[in-house]
Structures are given as C-alpha cells and as structure tokens.
C-alpha cells in the first residue's frame, strides 16, 4: 500500500476524539468508528496515530480494524454501492443481481472503480428483507432489483456525475 | 394536547423508510394542514407493523384500516377521501389473496389473527420516540411496582416462574440467569442487552429497538434492580442507524422523567445506560466474545466457564440479554407469571417474534405463541409460497440452525422441538423455500457466511469449515464423489465436537441438515453431475429441442458468446464448449424449446 502523508488538520482531529474518550484503550472501538465517520477509512497512517494517542500497539489497533467488517482501510467510492447478501435477499437472487454489477462496474467486491465513483462490497441484512433483493448505493436502498435493472441503477449515477461535472 | 378524533399510523420501520414512508408522513401533514384538520388529525410514526411485503404501510384509527403499499402520491387522495369524506380508498386496501375480497378492518387479516403480540405489543401503535405514549399504554409501571413494591428476589421469583427462556437463541432460563448474577458479590455489576443481530435475514431485534425501545430500557433497569447493578449497557450494530438514533433519544427522554438516573422513582435506586456500538461481526453474538468487543478487544470468545454471570465485563458479574427477552419481562411484571406461563408449551412458555422471509408472500415480522406449528406460521400467517410454487424447506436458526422439510410442518414450534428435528430455535431468522432452490447451495451459502465469521481463534472452526466449504464447492461444480459425502458428514462431527464457542460448535448444522433431510439431492450433484433445481451453474445444460424451434432467431440474437448457430427458420444447436450458462436464450426463448437438463 503506498504510503500516505496525513495532513496536519487530520493529525489533531483524531487526537481530538482520542481526547474525547479520555485516551482510554476500552475506547478503542469507539474512536475507530468516530475516526472513520470523519476520514471515510482507516489507512495505517491512521491507526499509528491513533494508537499512540491510545498508548497501545498499532499491532493492536490492526487487529481490531481487520476483525470487524465495518472498518475498511480502503477508500470508498464516490458512490458505494452495497448488495445485500442476507439469506432472505440470497434466495430471492441477490447473487445474480451481485455478478451483474461486477460485470458491469468490471470490478470484485470490496474494490473501487479507477475513476473512483463506485466501490463495491456486501452487506449482511439491511433488514428490509420484504424488499429483497436489496441494493444500496449510499444511503439509498434499492428494493427487489433485478440484474435487468441493474443498469439503469448505475445510470443514474453516471448521470449525476456527468451532470455536476457540467455545472462544475 | 389537541384532541384528536383520528390518528394516522405511518410505518416507520427500516423497510418502509426505504420506500419513501417519511414522504408520506410529510404528505400527510401537508395536506391536512392546508385543509385546517391538524388539530383534529394526528400523524405518527410508528415502529414495524410487520407486515414488510405490502409495505409502505398507513394505518388510520379509529377505522383500523389498513392500506398497503401506499406511495408519496396516494396521500392527497386518502385525505379527502377516507379523513374528509370517510369513504375508504378500495384500491390500497389489503385484498384477503383467498377470497380476492378486500379488507376493511385489519382485525379481519389473516396475517394478524393467529399472531400473539407481547414483545412487539406497541410496534406500529405507538410513536417510539415519544414517552408518553409507552407510559399511557402501562409503560414503566413494571419498574415502579417491582422498585416499589417488590424485593429483588420476588421480582426474580416471577420470572422464574413465568418459564421465560433466553431469546437469543440459546434458551437459558432468565430467571435463573438473574439470580446466579443476583448471587455473585462484587461492588459492581453490569446489564448488557444483547442487540448486536448478526444473524442474515432476521431483524426482529432491530424492530422492537425500532418500535418500541422504552419496553427494552424498562426491562433493563428492572434487571439492574434484580442482579443488584447500576450501569447497563446497550451492545448494538452500528448497521442499524435508525434503531440507535431511537434507541437515542429513549435514553434521553428516560433520564428527562427521572425513570433512568438517580434515585428512581424515589427508591434509591440508581441506573442508567451507555450504547456500546458493534462492528460487524457475527460472532459478537456470543457473550464472551461480545463483552470483549465492548471492552474494546477483537471480539474473540474465551472458554466458559467463568460465566459472565461471575466474571464479565471488566473482569464484573455481567448478565446478558437480548432484546426480545427483555422486551417480554415488563409485560410479565404486570401481568403475572401465570398468565405468561399460560401461553405456549410445556418447557417453552409465552411467544416468540420470527422475521418470515424468502419464498413467501408475506414477508414480516410476526410474533405467534410457542407451540405453533409451521404449516400454520408459513400458510395461514405467510400466506404460502410464492408464485404458486410448492414448499421445499424451511431453515431457522440462521447459520447455527438446519433445514425442516415438509414433513415437520406439523411439528409445535419450541425449543426442544427444533432441536430434536435437527435445527434449532436461534434468534427468530425463517427462511422459506421453494423448490429451486438447491440445498447443497444453501448449505454452501451458510458456510461462506460462517467461514467469513469465524474469528479464527480456534482451529476446528477456523480450519475445519474452511475444508467443509471447499469440499461443498467441488459438488456444485461437478467435481464431487461419493466419498466427499462422508467426508462431509465426519468433518462436521469433529468440528461440532471440538470447536471452543456457539458459532463453531452449530456452524456445520446446515451441512448435517440437508444431508439428513435432502440425500438424494446431494446424490445427484456427485453421481449425475445434476442439480434438480438448476441452481448450480456448472451442472446445467442447455439444449434445444429440435422439434420445437421454429429457428426465430431470438436466441441466436441474444446469446452474449455466440454459442448458438443455426439457419432462419430451421432447429439452432447450441455448442456446450462455448455455452457460459447465463439463461438468456432460456428466458428469451418464446417456445419453450430450451430446456435445462
């Protein structure tokens, strides 16, 4: 992974929520999910930051990053995109749905377009198992999506990203 | 408080917002105000009425009219019509699927009546975020008469009685529960409410914290009053944003009414909660492991004993719930243990909350006493399958549970039940299914979740399921043998029998399942090198019936790797060295002279 050099802005904001939290090392869960609400990822940069603030081993703070799937060290998409892979949306095809967004984004879950508007990854259970399958791109779910709709769905954000780059 | 002569009940439930139900909401407030009925018109949003499938859902009382699938647009119709005219709008109306008759009282829904609602008793009654109506509907009076008028051992002494089990799957009398952590000295104790549901394709937890999170918060402080703790916890998923933002503003309101804080009510006593935000990992669900996610750790288990009930979190005597268990202890305060252990069957009492999801019509949430059977949950609640299609299986228990066939649909729901046919209760999951669906598939769907799962810790878990999947991957692609199959069934025994914690130690249940349940279809998949129910890709075949093909063209057209030749008007072959096995010429095709063999 390339080295990244996080801005100084970036530095004091997580010292901030460190702070917050007393540097408590029990926190650690919960500064790892302020950090990312704020950064979008947690690249390494970030966890030696914040496990000095926390006085622990980045070796530590690594381990939890990996364990839980909600942290990523990877950005996200401009628009990410998210298929639903619960047992009530994988009955009702989601697997297909999922295939054909690979096939037409040309990307594997948990990768990023080279353009940077969609990534990909997968979910387990939004909850909305009545509109299985579920898509969701950002905060907005897309119920009972077929592969034929899949296109259209992208679309619409292709569109919008054409469309602010003209305003632009 | 205006005085309101009708009430619109908007569904506010995680499926419902995704279909634009906050739009309606405002709609409705819009209209209604525009036409000067505000004060006489109230708007809520509620939590899940469960009936997710007709979703978006509008309630409006006191009529108990129950539209369905109602969209941003329909609202200025159904407030001139139904609220200023009091004519009901026929075309949003539930229509009964058997009699093609439509409902105009929700109490005539086949949905509702053989459901017993106690843990989701006020979701989509009341506005979750508003106190007041949990307290007019006998909210926190299970804490003031058990602060008040009870010793902690009585109180726990209803529970006991009342034949209360674990929710979470596990079945382990709360009662008894309580009073190993009542009986544990230490200067300080913990309640954790367990609402980190990681199983895929359940969202009952969810719904109630959605619906009706005042009952859990009560529940909980009934509890720290029992076990003798002052602090609760509340662990939940970070993937459920409006249920912690309710969660929230329950918390705050509590601590407003002085029923959360210092000396409650008066008594002296004193308690209040944190949340603890989960991660995403599945295996949290498990107590040790979740208490030390909450300390901050991977949230990797350790060996019992010590039970949490003596050593938790921080090293203190923990008690851990989850959510619907919690849910079900106000209602058992005020109403007694007798009238709890009145419903359901011998060894499990009251009722238990199933989100119903896959091959079914109604998808939901419904909550319906121990002891009924499937069939009665799955046609007469579930409406059937869908498309007509015919029931083939239905798993329970999530990841941790096994496949039912047909011939336990008369068997009583409970826990022991379950466990006997193979499955188990678990936290609520049911999934139907019809008969496309391979069960080898769904087995491998399993342990691809449980392989990503696993925290790694322990080898049979982290290496033996890792074995059992690629030995699953090989029969659907056409690679298996025989032997294959008995590898799988030993390796699942060693795994079951050796592995440290809950998740290991069920994960290979919907392997032995389905190979209990459904032989011959595994048979076919490493003998024929066939899948009955043309889910796996690698075994099907397509060809094209000679005598059926009128040679349109249709299939040649589509088919995206040219697989398919042939003249105009004459048979077209397909060359199964090209074939990608997509489907299109099977969809396309007008004649149904493709067939999948």
Redesign the interface.
């Known amino acids: 992974m390339p080295k990244i050099k996080l801005a100084e802005k970036a530095v004091d904001l997580i010292r901030e929520i460190c702070t917050k939290f007393n540097n408590d090392e029990g926190e650690l869960i919960n500064v790892l999910h302020q950090v990312q609400s704020k950064l979008g990822y947690l690249p390494a940069e970030v966890q030696e930051v914040i496990a000095r603030e926390l006085n622990i081993s980045v070796a530590k703070v690594y381990g939890v990053v990996t364990f839980y799937s909600f942290f990523t060290m990877l950005p996200k998409g401009q628009h990410p995109i998210s298929v639903c892979m619960g047992t009530a949306c994988y009955v009702r095809g989601a697997e297909q749905v999922l295939s054909e967004i690979k096939r037409q984004l040309s990307i594997e879950v948990g990768e990023t377009t080279p353009d940077g508007r969609f990534s990909l990854s997968c979910l387990r259970c939004v909850g909305a198992c009545g509109l299985a399958p579920v898509v969701m791109v950002g905060e907005k779910v897309y119920g009972r999506v077929s592969p034929q709709q899949v296109h259209k769905i992208i679309a619409e954000y292709k569109e919008g990203c054409a469309a602010e780059a003209k305003t632009a | 408080m205006a005085d309101y002569t009708m009430h619109v009940l908007v569904c506010g439930g ?2 419902c917002k ?2 634009q139900s906050e739009l309606i909401k405002l709609n409705f407030q819009n209209r209604l105000s525009e036409l000067g009925l505000s004060d006489e018109v109230q708007v809520v949003m509620t939590g899940c009425f469960g009936f ?4 978006p859902i509008v309630k409006i009382l006191p009529d108990n009219t129950f539209y369905v699938h109602v969209t941003p647009e329909d609202v200025t119709e159904l407030v001139e019509e139904h609220i200023v005219k009091g004519r009901k709008v026929e075309r949003l109306l539930y229509v009964d699927p058997e009699t093609q008759a439509s409902v105009h009282d929700a109490k005539g829904m086949e949905f509702y009546k053989k459901q017993v609602r106690i843990a989701l008793r006020n979701c989509g009654f009341i506005n979750p975020e508003n106190i007041d109506e949990y307290i007019a509907r006998d909210g926190y009076a299970a804490l003031g008469s058990c602060l008040l008028e009870k010793t902690p051992e009585e109180t726990i002494r209803i529970i006991k009685d009342s034949g209360l089990r674990g929710r979470g799957g596990g079945g382990f009398p709360t009662g008894l529960k309580w009073e190993i952590t009542r009986k544990s000295v230490s200067d300080q104790k913990y309640v954790v409410c367990n609402a980190d549901e ?6 009952m937890d ?2 109630i914290l959605e619906g009706d999170p005042h009952s859990v918060i009560e529940a909980m402080a009934i509890c720290g009053y029992c076990i003798g703790a002052d602090k609760g916890l509340v662990y939940i998923r ?3 944003p409006l249920a912690v933002e309710r969660l929230k503003i329950a918390i705050k309101q509590a601590r407003e009414y002085g029923l959360l804080g210092e000396d409650i009510m008066g008594s002296g006593f004193n308690f209040d909660i944190e949340i ?7 295996v949290c669900g498990e107590e040790t492991a979740l208490i030390h ?1 909450m ?5 990797e288990p350790t060996v019992k004993p010590p039970f949490p009930a003596e050593s938790g979190y ?1 090293g203190k005597p923990t008690n851990v719930n989850n959510v619907e268990t919690f849910a079900n202890i106000p209602p058992i305060i005020n109403k007694g243990a007798g009238w709890f252990a009145a419903i359901g069957t011998e060894k499990s009492k009251g009722t238990k909350v199933f ?1 119903l ?3 079914i019509n109604n ?2 949430l419904i909550e319906v006493p121990m002891g009924t059977t499937l069939r009665e949950v799955i046609y007469d609640i579930g409406g059937g399958i869908k498309d007509g299609r015919e029931f083939k299986a239905v ?1 329970t228990g ?1 990841p941790s549970g096994g496949c039912l066939t047909k011939d336990f649909l008369d068997t009583p729901i409970d826990y022991d039940n379950l466990l006997a046919a193979g499955s188990m209760m678990g936290s609520g ?1 049911m ?1 139907v ?1 019809d008969e496309t ?1 391979c069960m080898v598939s ?1 087995a491998k ?2 342990l691809e ?1 449980t392989l ?1 799962e696993s ?1 790694g810790k322990c080898a049979p878990c982290r290496i033996g399921n890792k074995r059992l999947h690629e030995i699953l991957e090989r029969i659907t692609e056409g690679n298996g043998t025989k032997e294959d199959l008995d590898r799988l069934r030993m390796l699942s025994t060693v795994i079951k029998d050796a592995s440290l914690c809950g998740l290991g130690q069920t994960s290979p249940n919907p392997v032995l399942s389905t190979l209990d349940h459904f032989y011959d279809e595994y048979l076919a998949h490493v003998d024929s090198k066939t899948c009955p129910s043309g889910q796996c890709k690698a075994l099907l075949k397509y060809t094209i019936l000679e005598d059926k093909c009128t040679g349109c063209t249709l299939c040649f057209r589509n088919c995206p790797v040219g697989a398919i030749s042939g003249e105009k008007r004459s048979p077209h072959y397909i060359d199964q060295s090209l074939c990608i096995k997509c489907g299109v010429c099977y969809e396309k095709c007008k004649f149904d002279a493709i067939i999948i063999g």
């Not at chain 2, 990681?198 to 969202?203: H, K, R, S």
């Open positions: 995680t499926g995704a279909s997710c499938e007709k979703g990681g199983d895929p394709g359940a969202f969810r719904s970070a993937e459920y603890r935000y989960g991660a995403g990992a599945f996610s300390e901050g750790l991977r949230g921080k989100a999801a896959g091959k998808v939901g798993q999530g999951g999934i299914m669906d769904i769907f399993y979740f990503d925290c």
